[in-house]
Each structure stands twice: as structure tokens, then as C-alpha cells.
């Protein structure tokens, strides 16, 4: 997506936003490309291995994907959970309960994972556990898009999977 497109989302985002008197984690594409910058990486190392694929191949005519070999990178999710988790930056913008919030005429106000209604429901779930009393609801966040990576690589097409928890509020 083009630097231009996603200012266009930001300021789409900062528009619905500001009539709840509230701000996007970004007010431009530099700035998010900045903290992501400088986000430190962690102890935590890559690790690979490779697949293909193990189908039926028809007689003639093969997919050049059927007969490729792909590399899959990867770091351990749990050790990624455990670091946000306890990363004290989070420390005011993290919820550790799903919540309900109302507006004054009673209407359901989602602002952050949290306060959706999925969220509530698992926690009944949860609650409805013995077991599980005490325990805080983790929900693993995944998304994935490819993206073209073009200089010194020939052209090369990836599909990057980026992990967050549902605890961590919106804003950061």
C-alpha cells in the first residue's frame, strides 16, 4: 500500500475517532513507519524450514508453485505473547479483564479489543471453568498480506504474519 493511501486511512481513522474526543496511534504514515523502526527486535531468534507441497500433481501442464520449495521464517509465538505480555510500556494501555462500556443513552461504546462482544462471551466461557479462575484472557491477534519486496531481491513475493494480543489497547 502506498505511503499516500495509508495517510488517506489515518485520516479517515482520526475523523471517526474525533467525535469521541479520541486520536489514531498515528497522525501520518512517517510516524508509524518510525515507530516501527524503533521497535526493538528482543532476544527472540529466527528460525526456518521448508515446505512444498505434497499433493497430487497432475500428468502435464504443473503449477511452477507445486514443484517450488518455500522457506517459512519464523519466531516462537509464545515467547512473542510472553514479551508483550510483559512489556511495561503496556503497562496503562493494557486490559486485563474484557469490559462493557455505555455511553449515557445506553449505548454499547467499542473502543478497544476488549470491549467487543466476542471478548465478554469467552470470558463467560472462561468464568464457567474452575479451572481456569485466576487466569487472564490472552486472544491472539493474526493477520497476513502479501507484500513485493523488489530491490536486490528479483522481485520476490512474501506474506508476513503479524502477531498482537486483543490486551493491548487500540491506541498504541
Known amino acids: 500500500m502506498s505511503a499516500r493511501d495509508i495517510n488517506f486511512i489515518l485520516s479517515l481513522w482520526a475523523a471517526s475517532l474525533a ?7 498515528f497522525t501520518k504514515v512517517t510516524h508509524m513507519y518510525d515507530t516501527i ?17 505434497n499433493g497430487e500433481i497432475p500428468a502435464d501442464n504443473v503449477p511452477s508453485w507445486m514443484e517450488a520449495d518455500y522457506d517459512v521464517w519464523f519466531r ?12 511495561p510500556d503496556f503497562k496503562f494501555n493494557f486490559d486485563y479483564t474484557p469490559f462493557q462500556e455505555c455511553t449515557t443513552d445506553n449505548t454499547h461504546r467499542f473502543r478497544d479489543f476488549m470491549s467487543g462482544n466476542w471478548a465478554w462471551s469467552q470470558a463467560d466461557i472462561i ?5 481456569t479462575h ?16 523488489s530491490v536486490a531481491t528479483g522481485h520476490n513475493e512474501y506474506w508476513p504474519v503479524y502477531l498482537s494480543i486483543g490486551n493491548i489497547h487500540n491506541n498504541i
Not at 467525535?19 to 496511534?25: E, G, S, V
Not at 468464568?127 to 479451572?131: H, I, K, R, S, T
Not at 485466576?134 to 519486496?149: A, H, M, R
Request: charged share 20%; net charge negative; glycine share 6%.
Open 127 to 131: 468464568a464457567d471453568d474452575p479451572q
Open 76 to 87: 516462537d509465538p509464545r515467547i512473542l505473547v510472553h514479551n508483550l505480555v510483559s512489556n
Open 19 to 25: 467525535i469521541h474526543n479520541d486520536k489514531p496511534p
Open 134 to 149: 485466576g487466569s487472564v484472557f490472552c486472544p491472539i491477534i493474526l493477520g497476513s498480506d502479501k507484500t513485493t519486496v
Open 37 to 53: 523502526d524503533s521497535t526493538p527486535l528482543g532476544d527472540i531468534s529466527w528460525e526456518s524450514f521448508s515446505l512444498q507441497y
